[in-house]
């Protein structure tokens, strides 16, 4: 059995970009509720890190799920951006 525990954390358009979850991650899926069109962006570590997901997505809700291993963010998942109004997205990290 495997030690490491999959885990969901939430990010509101309107907050400020910050590191989300652990500080080595794999970013699984997303969950996002759109009350309006949106873009998000998550890098690696810092606002200046290598950009590791970079999507734009309809109003309603919509549920991107990662292949394999998903996306390996080695300094940590930093969501640097998250543009609409109401908007929410739930990451789930490993």
Do not use: H
């Not at 949106?38 to 309809?58: E, K, V």
């Not at 390996?72 to 609409?84: D, I, P």
């Amino acid at each position: 059995m495997s030690a490491n525990l999959v885990r969901a954390f939430n990010f509101s358009q309107g907050d400020t970009a910050a590191l989300v979850g652990p500080n080595r991650t794999r970013i699984l899926g997303i969950v996002v509720n759109a009350a309006a069109a949106c873009t998000f962006q998550l890098r690696n570590g810092t606002a200046s890190g290598d950009i590791l997901l970079d999507l734009t997505l309809p109003v309603g809700w919509n549920e991107v799920y990662i292949p394999a291993d998903g996306i390996l963010a080695r300094e940590g998942c930093f969501v640097a951006a998250l543009t609409g109004s109401g908007n929410k997205i739930t990451l789930i990290l490993e």
